[in-house]
């Protein structure tokens, strides 16, 4: 049993250390976004093709076949759609928010995704929404609302820009989370991660040509990208995902919530960004969707079980 206990305060501390990860590179983006004349339309590309070298070495050491998936032809269009749609268009969404508007939004933001995964189910499912599954959906539009508004219908009081953006790395979160599930069942998660960044970041690249952007490289822009690549990216992921193999997944997304919340803090301690009492309302209603849905989820697992 202490055995256990050690277990599971490990798996505490590597999931949430993986979201204050997640959180510490977006911020670090924030400052080199007001500091650098870098835009996301440079940082994208260059984050996902280093990542997805790394990834795709780290694959191979951990024993994965790392060119098995380019030959199942049937898996092609499938990672070429979460590679483009999810990983690069989740990245490029939740960078550019915080270039328009700050990490703690963004990262909020980001997880209106749990919302949309659930329309997405249901639907998927043709069947009528649950009691907590309906408070979720309500938890979020009027987050959202009062992030967007401060309940004052007669302005925005973010860009719309920036709230376009966040909505729609919400929408291309839950295609990067669903999107893989067969692939990485097939190939191996750190495989099908390396080649998402890798296509993803390719594919950034031709479309918004970073070496036409004319980036100031010093010493501050490479320890900034080595942050959000090997903290950010790689540390993240891999603390987060051995967090949630110890604990499980219901834990493990209750204990995302890391993110956002260490994404405040460092917004309102270190960046001196300031928010008003509506965003902190906002902020609080869209994060409840998190512990609301994997409750009422365990509720059900444990009601079938029986």
Partial sequence: MKELGTTRRAGYIMAISGGVLWAVGGAVGQHLFRTNT??????????????????LVL????????????RSKKDLPRLFLYAVFGVAASQYTFYACIEYANV????????????????????RERRKPKAYEVAAVLCVVVGVFACATHFDLSCLSVSPVALAMGLGCGVTATINTLSPVDLT?????MSVMGWG????GGVAALLFRPWTIQARVDAQLILGMAVIILGGTILAFTFYMRGIRLVGAIAGNVLSAAEPVAAVIISVLILGVAFTAYDFLGFLLILLTVPLIAIGQNREEKMKSQ
Avoid: D, K, Q
Wanted: charged letters at 10%; one cysteine or more.
């Fill in 38 to 55: 870098i835009t996301t339309n440079w940082l994208i590309p260059i984050r996902l093709l280093i990542a997805g070298v790394l990834f």
């Fill in 59 to 70: 694959a191979r050491v951990m024993g994965e076949e790392v060119t098995a998936v380019w």
């Fill in 104 to 123: 703690a939004f963004s990262t909020v933001m980001c997880y209106t995704c749990s919302v949309f995964i659930l329309v997405w189910c249901i639907f």
């Fill in 185 to 189: 069942r097939r190939h191996g998660l």
């Fill in 197 to 200: 960044m890798l296509i993803g």
